[in-house]
């Protein structure tokens, strides 16, 4: 039986690797274990300067402080970024998890070093904070410091902060990293060949029917064999997690602490979720009109991601990076040229065995490139993808210039420049088409693609939402329980346009997001919405508009989402705000049934 490197025709993403020399020659490169004994030392003296002086610190003496604090966690973050990426392409091998295993234990415990210093400005004084905080020395940190005062109800005494700190190794990070080491052996059986998961889900984008429900069907019995219960208890284990830090922390509900992270209120997400579900009727007229492209009298999970068009084609990797950069340039010179400065050792694309699933940017620390990661199987929407994490990593770059801490997006900002990558390209590869069957083609496309990051991720906060509501009133989830929210949610979206098979109901056991960063994904939806807000603006000021969208990938996390997105003329305190940008998907559906009234 052959493995997954061998299933599909080259790709011409083989050689794309990534070089992590830049971080550091190797795994047993001496500078690796040298930094973090640095760091170790260094936080030391930190806490030996700074204990007990916090809330007293002049505003110099703070901006000097926390100048050092950056320093140390940038060298600890350079030896944790490259462990990572080191484990990434190959999830299987026993020596990268030990070292990965290693660094995040003496990470953690260099940050418990570090801990007072938050701890201390979080419960300073208020008059002394505002006489402070008002000094032009510290202008560049002070939207980051206001941000840490926002978590101050919900911290503990530093020896409680500490154990929890250093118990995270061996609780939920641990329990993470099992559930990517499980996933990520997943083989699936499919027409004699052994492929890996991302192979096989590739193969759902196929014009052929009978090879999407076969490939539906081995990935369901390679989910179900490998690893389901495995899956099901990390699940279980993390919200159970989850429930005891917000009992802890007095966080009122499992997302509340994701919203304070991001900056957003809770009754702004429940507005984003409740504009979303109550649009549902979108995502059904969508694809009750594709069964009819199609031809088919009914739809199931298999074939949601059908081409319309029969023989969609491949697209090998350098055809995609032309495509993804030619847009990129359409639209602004420099972003083009960060995207590509990327294919200079800074990506890694082929889907390998052992390798993580997915794709992701990874923006490593100021004083190194960022990476990405890709999964490319020379499918069209792998050019998406493609444009999607380089929007990631264009970001990435353009704010690792404000430093370590001002560089952090929140997470409601963090999808905007990934979208905008994914939407520059669609709407540059539409203009070229006149061709209506073409069109239809490339708007189906799209349309999904913002159904997925907007329709469906609400619906995984749905379900996430009743996991965790589940878990802390009822007790553990078995596997039958969650496929039954699973398909209850899923089924809600769809309606009666796709149905839903009880076979489909472990398909929520692969997704990373539920164990990495519970309540995550309403993320992708709001920037999805935010962006399709500001390529609006976009369309009708024309290249004027470029330096305003600079200026905001430029300012990173450096202020509050809702003062970040007026740079760019977005009000995101607009109760219309969501529905505008619904209206964008409704608008292509109906061109999409125009189209093929025509056809």
């Not at 760091?39 to 703070?62: C, H, I, N, P, W």
């Not at 590739?202 to 219960?229: F, I």
């Amino acid at each position: 039986m052959s493995t997954g490197t061998d299933v599909a025709p080259a790709s011409g993403a083989e050689a794309v690797r990534w070089d992590l020399s830049p971080l550091y020659a190797g795994p047993d490169d001496p500078a690796l274990e040298a930094e973090v004994t640095r760091a170790g030392e260094r936080a030391k003296a930190f806490a030996e300067t700074y204990r007990g002086q916090v809330g007293t610190l002049s505003a110099s003496e703070l901006a000097t402080a926390v100048t050092e604090l950056e320093s140390i966690e940038e060298h600890l973050g350079k030896a944790a970024t490259f462990v990572f990426l080191h484990y990434c392409t190959d999830t299987r091998d026993p020596a990268r998890g030990a070292l990965l295993q290693k660094i995040e234990e003496r990470g953690t415990a260099i940050g418990t070093d570090l801990l007072f210093f938050g701890l201390e400005w979080a419960n300073a004084p208020d008059d002394h904070v505002a006489k402070v905080l008002v000094d032009p020395v510290l202008t560049d940190r002070r939207h980051w410091l206001e941000s840490a005062r926002r978590f101050r109800p919900h911290l503990l005494s530093e020896p409680e902060e500490k154990v929890m700190a250093e118990k995270t190794v061996t609780g939920r990070s641990a329990w993470a990293r099992l559930f990517t080491e499980v996933t990520d052996t997943i083989e699936v059986d499919l027409d004699g060949e052994t492929v890996t998961l991302d192979a096989a889900l590739a193969v759902l984008h196929d014009g052929d029917r009978a090879k999407r429900q076969r490939a539906g069907a081995a990935v369901t019995t390679a989910l179900r064999q490998g690893g389901l219960a495995v899956r099901t208890f990390v699940f279980n284990t993390i919200a159970s997690d989850q429930s005891i830090d917000d009992r802890l922390r007095s966080f009122d509900s499992w997302i509340a602490s994701r919203n304070l992270g991001n900056e957003i209120d809770d009754a702004t997400v429940q507005a984003l979720v409740h504009s979303v579900t109550s649009r549902y009727d979108i995502v059904a007229r969508w694809y009750r009109l594709k069964a009819t492209l199609l031809g088919l009298d009914e739809l199931n999970e298999h074939d949601r991601y059908a081409p319309i068009e029969l023989d969609e084609g491949e697209v090998d990797f350098p055809e995609a990076r032309r495509i993804v950069l030619d847009a990129y340039r359409s639209f602004s010179p420099e972003m083009a040229d960060i995207a590509e400065g990327f294919f200079d050792g800074y990506i890694d694309a082929p889907a390998m065995p052992g390798k993580q699933g997915g794709a992701f940017a990874h923006p490593a620390v100021p004083s190194v490139h960022p990476y990405v990661l890709l999964n490319y199987t020379s499918r069209r929407r792998d050019v998406m993808t493609v444009a999607h994490e380089l929007g990631h990593g264009v970001h990435q770059v353009l704010a690792s210039k404000l430093g370590l801490f001002n560089a952090d997006t929140p997470l409601t900002l963090a999808e905007t420049a990934s979208i905008f990558g994914e939407t520059v390209t669609f709407h540059r590869l539409l203009a070229d088409v006149d061709n209506p069957r073409e069109r239809l083609g490339l708007i189906a496309g799209r349309i999904e693609d913002v159904s997925a990051s907007v329709f469906r991720q609400i619906a995984m906060n749905r379900f996430e939402d009743a996991v965790h509501t589940i878990r802390r009133s009822e007790g553990e989830l078995s596997v039958d329980r969650f496929s039954e929210e699973w398909l209850r949610t899923q089924r809600a979206m769809f309606g009666d346009s796709v149905k839903l098979t009880d076979d489909y109901g472990i398909w929520w056991s692969y997704i990373p997001h539920f164990i990495h960063t519970p309540g995550y994904v309403y993320a992708y939806a709001f920037g999805n919405l935010l962006t399709l807000a500001i390529y609006a603006r976009y369309e009708a000021e024309g290249a004027a508009f470029v330096p305003s969208y600079l200026a905001l990938l430029s300012a990173g996390g450096s202020d509050s989402p809702e003062r970040l997105a007026k740079l760019v003329g977005v009000d995101l305190s607009d109760p219309g705000f969501w529905s505008a940008g619904l209206d964008v998907v409704e608008e292509m559906v109906t061109e999409a049934e125009e189209l093929a009234a025509k056809i």
